[in-house]
DNA sequence: CAGCATCCGTGATGATACTG
DNA sequence: CAGTATCATCACGGATGCTG
């Protein structure tokens, strides 16, 4: 199987190259899964919810404004398999259980937070680009 | 306004404070619409793809491996609506159209290129993550 | 080449009910 | 409280065919 110039390799060997190894243009690394967790719907709101600290199931819940029981505990079983979510469980009764960022979890959502303030920040540029092109559209 | 620690706002009255006017933990918040437009499964990698230079629509196709002909055009519009994304065509025979990221595009671009080559960086670590994961799983 | 229109399957998502 | 299980839906996304 040949590769041309815009192929992506994606293996785990070319450890002195990892960033290449796990290419996420490439359609079968699973890099882009990890993105897709991370970037998801609900996976970044849920990273950066942790991100001050600590939250309970509920807690979180609450904070993450419209995530429903059954897609937070799917999105947060994703991420604590992915290494970046720690889960703690206390055997008391009630139940309490802690959601918290591992240190990879931080970094990740740290990144990710950056990028979702920059856009809360430029959001009426976003805005009134929205209305230009629905004006433009529209017109025609 | 008050605020409370967890409440959020959402308006674009509050020009003093954008990022909190556009708090994309709010549901309704429209915000929330455009992290999904950039985060999204192909709008990441389309704006990623993008970053390097502009492409033509089918350069920028083979580049993100996977995508298909209707999901790289539909992502190229919102993206486009957005203000991300600048469309240039020319009228010429076959038609060429270039798609580039404009000022504010690049911004993100930028921002999600620092998450995207974190993660490729740091797979290894997520693999094993999940392998740990899946082995205590899988032994219960 | 650069798309749009259409059909259509399936997987993601949400609502509801139930458990420890 | 912290979830799991089940079901219904519906939008996402792929394949195909067509246009300029």
Redesign the interface.
């Known amino acids: 199987m040949e590769e041309t110039a ?1 192929s ?1 390799e994606c293996t ?1 060997e070319a ?1 002195d190259d ?2 290449l ?7 079968a690394c ?2 882009r899964r ?3 967790d ?4 609900w996976g ?2 849920t990273l ?2 942790l991100y001050e600290g600590s939250l309970r199931f509920n807690e979180l819940r ?5 995530v429903s029981e059954k897609m937070l505990s799917q999105t947060l079983h994703s991420l ?5 979510v720690h889960r703690e469980a206390q055997p008391t009764n009630p139940p309490r259980v802690d959601y918290e960022l591992t240190p ?1 979890g931080r ?2 959502a740290e ?2 937070l ?17 209305q ?3 004006a433009e559209r529209g017109a025609l």
């Open positions: 815009t992506t785990a450890a990892a960033e190894a796990f290419n996420v243009f490439s359609k699973p890099s990890t993105l897709e991370v970037t998801g719907r970044s709101l950066g919810g609450r904070r993450v404004d419209g604590e398999r992915d290494g970046l990879l970094d990740v990144r990710l950056s990028l979702i303030h920059f856009l809360e920040g430029r959001m009426p540029a976003v805005l009134q680009a929205q230009s092109y629905d």
